[in-house]
């Protein structure tokens, strides 16, 4: 066999894991953002500032560290042991947390009663921002990075990998969640009106989708010429992802546009249940799965990335609802308590009609985007939304206690008497934060993790490199595609193509 044919068959017929390890995972990054934040505060109360010597060097370095680098050793040397890493970082958190409450000069530990949690809930936050938000779009953006050029490497395990037929890996999981990602911040779910007539709001949404078609073409156009190894599969001979990216949003946007958008959801469900009864009543299941003859014309060619469209518009109408629900004006602790208790809930009732879908329908499939996809990715991303609003409930309480209010990408409280100075510094610090440089650049990041991928692969043979330099190469393309952004950021460059 080929360079290229053994790259294939090393992606290819793959399973993927269980629906717990997915969700386990969902714990990692709010503790690594908690721990992240403890350094901040304990460095303010050890020097009473924040601000270091190079302040954007050693902002990177530790956002690198703190949050890029465990989610490389997470899905690569110790996913094995991901539970045992889990525990870890908790008690660690836990012990930093109990240092911060009882620290000698800590306000909160000579008056206890003023940081009470009943004083807590009804303590107001900063209105207009939600910090769990911009985290969610960003990791989900730097756990795609990691994945698309881990997993051409031996130590990245075969069960997170993308799956054939059925199953739940982790990077069909990311797939799901970079779709809904975008329909959180969506211009429906920012609430945004339309101006002028419908017709030519659709029209510029056709105009804003040229970027992702111009990229997709790009990535075809690379990709035939350079013999780089595809899994055919995965959306078929031309299509890509740029492009269903690009399909999922002109088609929302229409449907959005003719009818009201606080009833997405019934459109999500309809889609879903509608797109499943086509696959189970007529032959098209059959045809997506194993009619494996691609010369006949384009729609043969490019079956699974055309007929999983509807699965993702789905999916994407699903976030919008979720994004206008978090978009809700909202200041009072216990708001976002009850934020955190609804996707919890809803978490709960949308993974309950998961494993009912696949008891009596079919178990959960990438490749078709069946209602079970559909199901699992939005019940995943609310749980992971939830879990990432508790940890930054839990380091305002800290912020709160530490009277640090300086933590970047965190929330803040809201005060009446503010200080000019300190909001100076809040501004600096989101200057130098690595979250904000992604968020600011996350289409750019994207393109950039794609062409780095290319360029590793013809540099480096992914077979024959042990785990020790894998994951070695995987730092140093990480820590190339993220300076790359934060390096725009602190110039304050935000690249689009429209």
């Known amino acids: 066999m080929s360079q290229r044919e053994l790259k294939e068959a090393f992606i290819s017929n793959l399973n993927g894991t269980s629906l717990g390890e997915v969700a386990l995972g969902s714990f990692l990054t709010p503790l690594c953002f908690i721990n992240r934040g403890l350094v901040w505060i304990l460095y303010y109360q050890a020097k009473g500032t924040v601000p270091l010597p190079f302040p954007w060097i ?3 370095v530790l956002d690198f560290c703190m949050i890029v680098a465990p989610l490389v050793l997470s899905c690569t040397m110790l996913s094995d042991i991901l539970h045992l890493v889990i525990l870890a970082l908790a008690l660690v958190s836990g ?6 409450y009882h620290a000698k000069g800590n ?3 000579v008056h206890p009663q003023t940081v009470t949690s009943k004083n807590f809930l009804k303590s107001h936050v900063q209105s207009g921002r939600v910090p769990m938000v911009t985290v969610f779009r960003v990791l989900v953006n730097i756990k795609t990075a990691i994945s698309i050029l881990a997993v051409d490497f031996n130590v990245f395990p075969r069960r997170y990998a993308k799956t054939e037929l059925y199953g739940t890996g982790v990077m069909d999981f990311g797939v799901g969640a970079y779709v809904f990602a975008n329909a959180l911040v969506s211009p429906e779910a920012r609430g945004r009106t339309i101006v002028g007539s419908k017709m030519n709001h659709i029209a510029k949404q056709l105009m804003t989708v040229w970027p992702l078609l111009g990229l997709g073409l790009i990535r075809l156009a690379s990709v035939k010429m350079t013999g780089y190894h595809e899994h055919v599969t995965e959306y078929g001979v031309h299509w890509n992802f740029f492009f269903t990216l690009a399909i999922v949003r002109v088609v929302a946007s229409l449907l959005l546009a003719l009818f009201p958008v606080g009833h997405s959801w019934i459109f ?9 009864s086509a696959l ?4 098209l299941k059959s045809f997506l799965l194993h009619n494996n003859d691609r010369t006949v014309d384009f729609v043969h060619a490019n079956k699974e990335g055309l007929f999983s469209v509807p699965g993702y518009i789905a999916i994407y109408m699903a976030g919008v609802q979720v994004g206008l629900y978090l978009m809700k004006p909202r200041t009072l602790v216990r708001d976002y308590f009850r934020v955190i208790f609804n996707f919890l809930w809803g978490s709960g009732v949308l993974y309950g009609g998961l494993f009912l879908c696949q008891a009596t329908v079919e178990p959960v499939s990438r490749r078709l985007a069946n209602l079970s996809f559909c199901l699992w990715i939005v019940a995943q991303c609310t749980f992971f939304l939830a879990c990432l609003a508790l940890g930054d409930m839990a380091l305002l309480m800290l912020q709160r206690k530490s009277h640090c209010y300086l933590v970047p990408s965190a929330w803040n409280p809201h005060e009446k008497d503010k200080d000019s100075v300190a909001e100076g510094k809040r501004r600096s610090m989101d200057r130098f934060c690595l979250y904000q440089a992604i968020n600011r650049n996350q289409l750019l990041f994207f393109l950039i993790a794609n062409v780095t991928t290319g360029l590793t692969n013809i ?4 077979f024959s490199t042990s785990d020790y330099v894998s994951v070695s190469v995987l730092l140093a393309y990480m820590f190339i595609n993220c300076g790359a952004v934060h ?6 460059i935000t690249v689009k193509f429209w």
């Not at 189970?280 to 032959?283: I, P, Q, R, V």
């Open 268 to 276: 999500a469900v309809l889609l879903g249940g509608l797109y499943q």
């Open 58 to 60: 050693s902002h990177f």
């Open 107 to 109: 306000p909160a530990a």
């Open 95 to 100: 012990a930093f947390q109990w240092y911060v």
């Open 459 to 462: 540099l480096v043979d992914t």
């Open 280 to 283: 189970e009543t007529t032959g």
């Open 487 to 492: 390096i725009l950021h602190l110039f304050k």
